[in-house]
């Protein structure tokens, strides 16, 4: 199958990035790329032929100040946004070590809106990447398919290193199979606060984490880039809705 070579902007909550390097985008392709300087939030937006030229935008952040002792957890968010096709893949790709507790999927119902679906059981967890798949998500009318990951981080992670992650997705069209990895979306290790270092996972004990805060994600789900203005337009109307 045919291959090629895409400049994708890279959109942080403070600037702009240009990648040189290309990111490579076509059906079984696996995007190989230079990344961006670590940021809690990355979007790329781009548009190509099999696409008719209308844009399509895959973005990760991290849930929370972005930091995470070892043996804690931390929460990502990927959404896939665009101009009406449908998604029957949006893709995870964590830390190594890393190891998921939890798979959550959001995504535009014809009834119901906009609804929080557990896939912890379903998800397909192969290395360092963590898959949900459906029969096809619309992104019509403004639909947002998003994918709430937490992992536990491993207990002799290092403090002070920034472990990079990366997102990707298929849209149902002609070289539609995107993958960045790694994208820039980083977490910071840090030392165990008095609580953690006294008493373990909080999660052991039965309280939760602090990292996960999935309600904070809520705010941002149905803006595609996060904090960035919503650069896609042109929605294509009369899509069939969710068939998975």
């Not at 909550?13 to 079984?28: E, H, I, M, Q």
């Not at 398919?145 to 002070?160: C, F, R, S």
Request: glycine share 16%; net charge neutral; with cysteine.
């Amino acid at each position: 199958m045919s291959r090629r070579s895409l400049r994708h902007a890279v959109a942080t909550t403070t600037s702009l990035v240009l990648l040189a390097a290309g990111v490579t985008v076509g059906l079984g392709a696996s995007v190989a790329q230079a990344a961006p300087a670590c940021a809690l939030s990355q979007s790329v937006t781009d548009d190509w032929a099999g696409s008719w030229g209308l844009p399509y935008t895959v973005s990760k952040e991290v849930v929370g100040d972005g930091t995470v002792a070892p043996g804690q957890t931390v929460t990502y968010l990927t959404k896939v946004s665009g101009s009406g096709a449908l998604v029957n893949q949006i893709r995870d790709f964590h830390p190594a070590g890393f190891q998921l507790v939890k798979a959550r999927l959001n995504v535009k119902w014809l009834i119901g809106n906009q609804q929080w679906e557990d896939v912890t059981g379903t998800a397909v967890v192969n290395g360092t990447s963590v898959v949900a798949k459906g029969g096809g998500w619309t992104t019509a009318g403004g639909g947002v398919i998003a994918l709430e990951t937490t992992y536990k981080v491993p207990d002799n992670a290092t403090v002070g290193s920034k472990l990079d992650s990366g997102a990707g997705t298929n849209i149902v069209l002609a070289a539609g199979d995107w993958n960045i990895n790694p994208m820039g979306v980083c977490v910071t290790i840090r030392q165990p606060n008095p609580v953690e270092a006294g008493a373990g996972s909080l999660e052991d004990m039965g309280f939760g984490s602090v990292n996960t805060g999935s309600g904070q994600v809520f705010g941002s789900l149905t803006d595609p880039q996060g904090s960035m203005t919503n650069v896609i337009g042109g929605v294509l109307g009369n899509v069939i809705g969710n068939l998975s």
